[in-house]
């Protein structure tokens, strides 16, 4: 009984840990208080900082901004990673360039959506969206050309249409890697919106912030920003694993 | 010149198309002058073999000559090089067939409950609502399911799986049952619950059916004729007749002409082994 409550509170180990060292070395002076506020005045200004303070409307910022990109990223992607990858010889066409600017880091290309979009909140949404879009393209087209041969061929031989193949077969066979590529562009897209927050003269948003706070030095702002920023990317990572698992719910079985 | 370069073009027209000889009557499936080459060597060269209707048919043969892969072209999963295969006169197109592959997991549709994977071979067909209910109270009756079809394919056994794919490739009353292995993915019980239940659905419908095995037992047991075949370029080794009355029983097993074909089916298997 008593390891059962132990190993269920394993998870709080590491965070703790971390805390408590972070708070030794404040206290034992290691490292200035300017460089790095003690945890627990940073957790305060997280707290109520989210609470309604101006922290939360940058958050809010940052999150519509993310979600925005993910959207249109999804909305687009994945009906043409799926017609990709249901016609090979289309894939195999444009697959050097999406390979390519999916190895092309996004924010090598703030500046070119600067010169189309201009100094806008259009352009954070847009280059997220670009960075967010290639990633569900890559994945889906994949999910369909790797799809269980063995399941189309019972489709085809019950007498299924191309079409029908599609409709009752691929497009459920591409669902799990699409799945994969939904979660790291939401990934990806936080990590432009910020970057883009943070250069792209924003007057909103999270990136903005820690960036402000580090220029005035006003580290539990910045420490508490960078805060939010993380626990954002992990709720959004934590929600799009549930809603795999129920939307998905043949995965791995 | 002009005319000669504008005629219709028209390859080896002076190979004589070889003439088409129907089967006997009472023949189902008639293949003729199949080819099928892989990787450049010959796995069927020129084949014709007649399955009759009405009967289950055993494929059995060395290993790698191509039983999956000749179910498997009857069937239309695999393009065939050259040569014909009816049914029945008709060609694939206007055939219902039915198929159970060996491997249930990659068969059935796991974004589906059992009950409409079952049902999907009928809602291709766009029938209606009343009757694909009737036709599932049918089989759900005649395999006497005792396992919850609303669950997924993924929350049933092996064996129940298998049994759902069994009962999805006979939802629409098709001509034709392909069975690739169907029991070697199961245990023993399982196998011996789903053959049984074959031999009740054959006996009830007269459901033509093909049947690739590789236990030369359960290839006798159930068939009408066994199929043997060489080593490639794959010829009809024998087709040997198996008239035991049904429904055969564990008795068959022991029986005298039971013993005797299986016996006979494997001299002969041996024999195209070692040739």
Redesign the interface.
Known sequence: MNSRHFSRALPVVGPLALFVVWDLVVRAGFIKPILLPPPIATLETLVTGLLGGPLLADFLVTVKRTLEAFAIAAAIGMPVGIALGSSERAYRSVEFLIDFFRSTPSSALIPLFLLIFGVSDVNKVAIAAFGAFLIVVFNSAYGVINA?K??V??A?????SRW?TFR??LF?ES?QPSFVGLRSAVSMALVIVIVAEMFIGSETGLGHRIIDSQQVLNVKSMYASILAAGALGYALNVLFLLAEKRIV??SG? | MNAVLNAPVEPYADVPKPEFNPGPPGTEITIRGLTKYFAGWPLYENFDLDIPKHRIVSVFGPNGCGKSTLINMI???IPVDSGEILFDGKSLKDT????V?Q?YR??????MRTIDNIA??LR??RKPKAEVDRRMQELVASFDVKFDLNR?P?ELSGGQQQTASIM?ALA?HPEVL?LDEPFSALDFEMTLFIREKLQEVFMKTGTTMLLVSHDLEEAVYLADQVLLLTKRPTKIAEILEYNEARPRTVETLSDAGFVATKKRSLEIFQREVRR
């Open positions: 269980r063995q399941r061929m019972a085809k031989v019950m007498g299924a029908q009752d077969v459920w669902l719910h043949w079985r | 069937a239309g999963l219902k067939i039915g198929y592959f491997n990659e068969a059935m549709f796991p974004w999907y071979p291709l067909e997924y993924y999805r629409n392909f």
